[in-house]
């Protein structure tokens, strides 16, 4: 089993930045993929960003709408993963979450989520 609790949202203006964490805990982090997904009132769960076990990230981990101004990276020592988010727009505003992966297009373990809120 793995543990993952998202902290760092908040209520923010357009145009701010945010830096969201998910702690890990349990089973071994490097041997997990980590992905955030985001889920706005009334819409589905959609992907945000991933980054490898190693901490490889490519441009095609990235969402097409976080492109150029949300970085995922992540500290295996501290088994943590971090979001950046700069350049909020109110579009952002969601339930952000947290995920551990095993393989491509899988998701093992969920974070109870982090809520960004974005003011206009």
């Known amino acids: 089993q793995v543990q993952l609790k998202e902290s760092g949202g908040e209520l923010v203006q357009a145009g701010g930045s945010l830096r969201l964490s998910c702690a890990a805990s349990g089973r071994t982090f490097s041997n997990y993929a980590m992905v955030w997904f985001r889920q706005a009132p009334g819409k589905e769960r959609e992907f945000v960003a991933r980054?490898?076990?190693?901490?490889?990230?490519?441009?095609?981990n990235y969402a097409d709408s976080v492109k150029g101004r949300f970085t995922i990276s992540r500290d295996n020592a501290r088994s943590t993963v971090y979001l950046q988010m700069n350049n909020l727009k109110p579009e952002d505003t969601a339930v952000y979450y947290c995920?551990?992966?095993?393989?491509?297009?899988?998701?093992?373990?969920w974070g109870q989520g982090t809520q960004v809120t974005v003011s206009s």
């Open positions: 995920a551990a992966s095993v393989g491509a297009g899988s998701v093992d373990y």
């Open positions: 980054i490898s076990r190693s901490g490889v990230i490519t441009n095609s």
